[in-house]
């Protein structure tokens, strides 16, 4: 899905790519950067989940949040041509900064590609609002894999700006100076796989949403962005 959406941005020509949050799972394979000759910088605030990923990826420590750092970026690696972000929206704090930063990343016509999970899906509405270590023993239920010290490990989650395809959340996209080309929500998750009663009771709210869908109600977005000229 998102992998797919980023090689065809590349073969359209994005050759300049930073991936924000990518730390131990970049997005684009090594042999996808190769085959299309890009430049592929893996961003991330967390310098042991940048050790977890290979070292033929550039890599780069580095907080989107800090302004005088994306600074930096920009004049030695930028601009992009595409910023794509994967399980990484969701735990930046303040959803605005975050879109902003992208912005200055991107070259004028440049295209930023997220994907994220979204409130107000009743899960991950609990998971935000539950303290962290009663939210992590849960997920340890229902998920294996999720260690600290594994390739998909949890950290604290804020959900601000990731919501589903809203008239509002358009709007606010529009006024950081986005143009919207794609913004698909998703419903439905994997997370009660382990609860048969209750999986088969969301499964069947998710088939019903999918057929009338509620923006509020997602459970994860895909989203492509394209900064104004």
Not at 198 to 207: F, I, K, Q
Request: with cysteine; charged share 20%; aromatic share 10%.
């Amino acid at each position: 899905m998102l992998d797919v959406q980023l090689r065809e941005l590349m073969r359209d020509g994005s050759r300049r790519i930073c991936d924000l949050g990518g730390g131990a799972n970049p997005v684009a394979a090594i042999s996808e950067i190769e085959r299309f000759d890009a430049t592929y910088v893996v961003v991330d605030s967390s310098p042991a989940e940048l050790a977890k990923s290979s070292p033929q990826y550039q890599r780069l420590n580095l907080d989107i949040a800090d302004h005088s750092a994306v600074g930096w970026l920009i004049a030695e690696r930028g601009p992009f041509d595409t910023v794509v972000t994967r399980w990484t929206a969701e735990h930046v704090p303040d959803g605005r900064s975050f879109h902003e930063q992208v912005h200055r990343l991107l070259r004028p016509g440049g295209t930023a590609l997220h994907l994220f999970p979204t409130l107000y899906s009743p899960i991950f509405l609990a998971n935000r609002l539950l303290p962290p270590r009663a939210s992590s023993w849960l997920l340890g239920q229902v998920q294996d894999g999720r260690e600290a010290e594994g390739d998909h490990a949890k950290f604290r989650p804020y959900y601000s700006w990731c919501r589903g395809p809203s008239r509002g959340q358009l709007r606010r996209l529009a006024e950081l100076g986005f143009a919207t080309r794609l913004y698909v929500g998703f419903f439905g998750h994997p997370y009660y796989q382990r609860l048969t009663p209750l999986n088969a009771a969301h499964e069947h709210v998710s088939r019903w949403l999918t057929r009338r869908p509620v923006p509020a109600l997602t459970s994860y977005a895909l989203m492509l962005l394209e900064r104004a000229p």
